[in-house]
């Protein structure tokens, strides 16, 4: 199993910004890429952001261009989504998600992803 762990979330104001980072075990070496999902409380799951170790590509939800950025540290195994000028309504638990199946490009569908973390929760106070 490659079990993903996240951390960074927290309260934050509208406008804030928060940094979020998921430790992926092996890294490049057990996966392909990994992405970010997210859910808020009555709906459904939303694509985020997704991003390959091998590649620069990077994939995102429309509701975050632009001001979301997900990137990668291939040496410490570990994946981070940068979000700025945050809204109420990306108020979620954000869930890091791996890829050991070996998708050549993101469409940001659930089944994209083999092992997911706990999650980690994302307050934005307007």
């Known amino acids: 199993q490659v079990q993903p762990v996240e951390s960074g979330g927290g309260s934050v104001q509208a406008g804030g910004s928060l940094r979020l980072s998921c430790v992926v075990p092996?890294?490049?070496?057990?996966?392909?890429?990994m992405g970010w999902f997210r859910q808020a409380p009555g709906k459904e799951r939303e694509f985020v952001a997704a991003?390959?170790?091998?590649?620069?590509?990077?994939w995102y939800g429309d509701s975050v261009k632009g001001r979301f950025t997900i990137s990668k540290n291939n040496a410490e195994n570990t994946g981070y989504l940068q979000m700025n000028n945050l809204k109420p309504e990306d108020t979620a638990v954000y869930s890091c998600?791996?890829?050991?199946?070996?998708?050549?490009?993101?469409?940001?569908?659930?089944?994209?992803?083999?092992?997911w973390g706990q999650g980690t929760q994302v307050t934005v106070s307007s």
């Open positions: 998600a791996v890829d050991t199946e070996g998708y050549t490009h993101y469409d940001g569908v659930a089944y994209e992803f083999d092992y």
């Open positions: 092996g890294g490049a070496f057990s996966s392909y890429g």
């Open positions: 991003i390959r170790w091998s590649q620069d590509n990077s």
